[in-house]
């Protein structure tokens, strides 16, 4: 079982940058898949980034080249970079994480087995 622990999220301007932070209560070394949503009301679950065991990372057009997802294996936790906030990055941005290993699919395509509670990020224009 593993517990994660968002923290980081608040109110910035555009522009702006906030780095989100996941505690995890297991070995992140050990998640074959780790990565950020996030999700507005009314519209659906978004895939962010994400990274797989041996450190590569993967971005949403949207937040390519602004947004860095890291982790680091020694305290396990994971972490979220974001710079360039735009209005439309507002949303709740979730942790999750998962330890299996599925051939055949890549790490955005996992239907995740540990989830956050999420943090509120806001950017006003």
């Known amino acids: 079982q593993v517990q994660l622990a968002e923290s980081g999220g608040g109110s910035v301007q555009a522009g702006g940058s906030l780095r989100l932070s996941c505690a995890a209560s297991?070995?992140?070394?050990?998640?074959?898949?780790m990565a950020w949503f996030r999700q507005t009301p009314g519209k659906e679950r978004e895939w962010v980034a994400d990274i797989t065991i041996r450190g590569r990372t993967t971005y949403a057009d949207s937040v390519k080249g602004r947004f860095i997802i890291s982790k680091d294996n020694a305290k396990n936790t994971l972490s979220l970079q974001m710079n360039g906030l735009k209005p439309e990055d507002t949303a709740m941005y979730y942790c999750?994480?998962?330890?299996?290993?599925?051939?055949?699919?890549?790490?955005?395509?996992?239907?995740?087995?540990?989830w956050g509670q999420g943090t509120q990020v806001t950017v006003s224009s």
């Open positions: 999750v994480a998962d330890n299996r290993i599925i051939d055949g699919i890549s790490c955005r395509q996992y239907d995740y087995n540990y």
């Open positions: 297991g070995n992140t070394a050990s998640a074959n898949c």
